[in-house]
């Protein structure tokens, strides 16, 4: 059996204040959820869900709520609990570490342990390395209502889109603000070089160079208007290299690092060290 699940949350400890979920047959579950420490509700929390403290001080602990969670199961067959998003996993941990009752640990222990992600499913359907928004999904796929921190909704909606979804594929992903960057192409590979100054990385292919006006040097090979590429931009990209390397960020699509020179050997009793050989070191 399929189960869609949502879950809303205190802002610090990450305890459970409300649980929604939909089997595949539409029946449902909602409760609030009083939290083991009010004193961890924010106002943010409470702008965001809607929830007020004064709400969850009247509602079920998470003993109570998840045994009836337990009953509403179907335990005649094996279950599949969907999530969307990484958070959910981490609520359900935070809110096993107050719970006492047996019925309501087997309950939370069988989310935890069969609970599904389907956001990286839903970013390879729609050609992003992006985590797309449920509410983008919903109005992709026309599904009734908006992603608006309700548990129970939130649930209902994240059923409709996978329903929606299955067998879908599609050449390119109709979000512009999603589209996945193309992985830059090597054209040129420079020299072997001996001691490295700084490296460039994409993926499993890393890159080191002699020096950072080396590295700008292989960035203006590959650019198509090269030769037209000024004193002043080579200095520019030396620059923007310099600063991706101490950071360690990103520029071009590569990673920069810099590395540490090696000396080199005082005699020949004193070899230099070797550069290891999954790095592909160029000059």
């Known amino acids: 059996m399929k189960y869609y699940v949502d879950f809303e949350a205190t802002q610090f400890d990450q305890e459970i204040i409300s649980v929604g979920c939909i089997n595949e047959n539409g029946r449902e579950f909602y409760s609030l959820v009083r939290p083991h420490s009010m004193r961890k ?115 209902k909606l994240l059923k409709q889109i996978m329903e929606r979804s299955e067998g879908l594929q599609l050449e390119e992903c109709p979000f512009p603000e999603y589209v996945r960057p193309a992985k830059p192409e090597v054209k040129h590979q420079p020299e072997q070089v001996r001691n490295p100054h700084v490296t460039a990385s994409s ?16 960035i203006i090979s590959e650019l198509p208007e090269k030769a037209t590429v000024s004193a002043e931009t080579k200095s520019n990209i030396s620059n923007r290299i310099v600063r991706a390397a101490a950071n360690g960020s990103s520029y071009r699509g590569f990673i920069w690092k810099s590395v540490k020179r090696k000396t080199e050997p005082e005699s020949e009793a004193e070899p230099a060290a070797a550069v290891p050989e999954a790095v592909a070191e160029i000059n």
């Open 41 to 155: 509700m924010t106002g943010f929390i409470t702008e965001l869900t809607g929830i007020t403290s004064s709400e969850l001080r009247r509602a079920d602990d998470a003993d109570d709520v998840f045994e009836r969670m337990y009953d509403y199961i179907d335990k005649s067959e094996s279950v599949q609990f969907y999530c969307y998003g990484n958070c959910d996993g981490r609520f359900v941990k935070m809110t096993m570490r107050h719970v006492t009752s047996f019925k309501a640990q087997c309950m939370l222990g069988l989310i935890y342990s069969s609970l599904v992600d389907v956001s990286p499913a839903m970013s390879e359907i729609f050609k992003t390395n992006q985590t797309v928004s449920l509410y983008k999904l919903s109005d992709y796929f026309g599904a009734k209502g908006a992603q608006n921190h309700n548990a129970l909704a939130d649930a």
């Open 203 to 218: 993926g499993s292919e890393t890159f080191a160079f002699a020096s950072y006006g080396k590295a700008a040097d292989w």
